[in-house]
């Protein structure tokens, strides 16, 4: 949807003129590798995508705000007074989260008409929730700042900060920083490399060389709020408390090399609280593995490590199913594929895949037409592009 279109369905919402109106956006994110370390003070390796939220925004004269999206037609309009009788809501609780958590940073709020356009494929684990609350954090940031005259640079770090607080304290969500990260610190042409236990970070050059990052959507829907995320969450803490007697000093799964963990794993009597440490300790060695072989431009190297993660998230970690393993399975016999996994929390959502330019066409026709014929529906492929983060697209 262009610009003009945009405002003018916002103004077909909303009615009123087109002054004072403000675009932001921030995207979603694929994850390259290292999955499910970052609420385990890992390493992780993700890029902002060029599918994103868009936001248009209006500043009113009363403390409520107004919430719509181009795909759903249905208004939702909330007191800044009362934020706590709307976490109930099916949608834009991922919106009034941060509107909570910014009143409670300190944030001068003000009330306002919010549209939003979103092309991150909801439910797809490309992160939709984080592209949505960054973009809001933005948006209510910047109209607060106008309206009070402050003219200071948003810090995108507390915006992702702020983000994943939403997450935690009005959705429910125990999830970890790097989907906030990645939306509000994205840049084009680049992965980050983030230490999720102390947030410092580098932004790595990808240059693919005659490859493409093609995403594989599996069409289910997952919703983390399920409990599965925050099972494994837990699981992960058992297990770290279990090893903090010979490491009294590991702060988090992290803190534990794989030589520490391979002479120690013994410890470990519970088979299933086994199996997910071992994923997250491996895991962030991988990552580590990925950014080299990246830098140096290995990218067989970097597939192979791919389809560890993959394979180590199917059978320690248990959160891809059939749905993903068909994906993953089916580019695995293309030739030009050097890599293929899913991303994000899983139990549905995407794969990501490392393809040769010149195999994409058969990759997309041959991977989509066995996932059809197995699991009954079509899969959705993408190739985008890597984007930078959140920011003000503009006003009028």
């Not at 991150?120 to 009070?148: K, M, Q």
């Not at 962030?284 to 067989?300: I, P, T």
């Amino acid at each position: 949807m262009d610009t003009i279109t945009l405002i003018q369905r916002f103004l077909g919402y909303f009615g009123g003129g087109g002054e004072q109106l403000r675009i932001f956006t921030s995207p979603g994110r694929v994850n390259l590798i290292g999955e499910h370390t970052d609420y385990n003070g890992g390493f992780v390796f993700p890029a902002a995508l060029t599918l994103a939220t868009r936001i248009v925004a209006r500043p009113r004269n009363d403390n409520i705000i107004k919430l719509i999206a181009t795909d759903l037609e249905k208004m939702v309009e909330t007191d800044l007074n009362n934020l706590s009788a709307y976490k109930n809501l099916k949608w834009g609780n991922y919106q009034l989260g941060v509107a909570d958590e910014l009143m409670k940073a300190g944030f001068n709020i003000r009330g306002c008409d919010l549209m939003y356009d979103d092309k991150v494929p909801l439910g797809s684990g490309l992160s939709s929730s984080a592209a949505i609350e960054v973009a809001t954090a933005i948006a209510l940031v910047s109209l607060g700042d106008e309206a009070y005259g402050k003219t200071k640079e948003i810090d995108m770090i507390e915006m992702a900060l702020i983000s994943q607080k939403a997450e935690h304290n009005y959705v429910g969500v125990m999830c970890g920083i790097m989907d906030q990260f990645a939306s509000a610190m994205g840049k084009k042409d680049h992965a980050i490399f983030l230490d999720c236990k102390d947030l410092s970070y580098e932004h790595v050059p990808i240059m693919l060389d005659g490859y493409s990052l093609v995403i594989g959507n599996t069409n289910k829907k997952r919703s983390l709020g399920e409990g599965k995320y925050n099972e494994r969450r837990a699981q992960c803490e058992a297990g770290l408390e279990i090893l903090r007697e010979v490491f009294p000093k590991a702060d988090c799964l992290r803190d534990i090399s794989v030589m520490d963990y391979e002479e120690y794993k013994s410890m470990l009597r519970d088979d299933i609280i086994k199996k997910r440490v071992e994923h997250i300790i491996y895991e962030n060695q991988r990552v580590l593995d990925s950014v080299k072989a990246l830098k140096e431009g290995n990218l067989e190297l970097f597939g192979k490590l791919m389809n560890q993660s993959h394979n180590s998230l199917r059978d320690l970690y248990e959160v891809t199913g059939i749905e993903l393993d068909t994906l993953v399975d089916e580019a695995r016999k293309i030739d030009g594929v050097l890599g293929s996994r899913m991303t994000g929390a899983g139990f549905g959502g995407c794969t990501v895949n490392l393809v040769a330019n010149k195999s994409i066409d058969e990759f997309i026709l041959k991977v989509g037409k066995a996932y059809k014929e197995k699991i009954g529906y079509e899969a959705s492929f993408y190739i985008s592009d890597i984007g930078d983060g959140g920011r003000e697209l503009g006003r009028r």
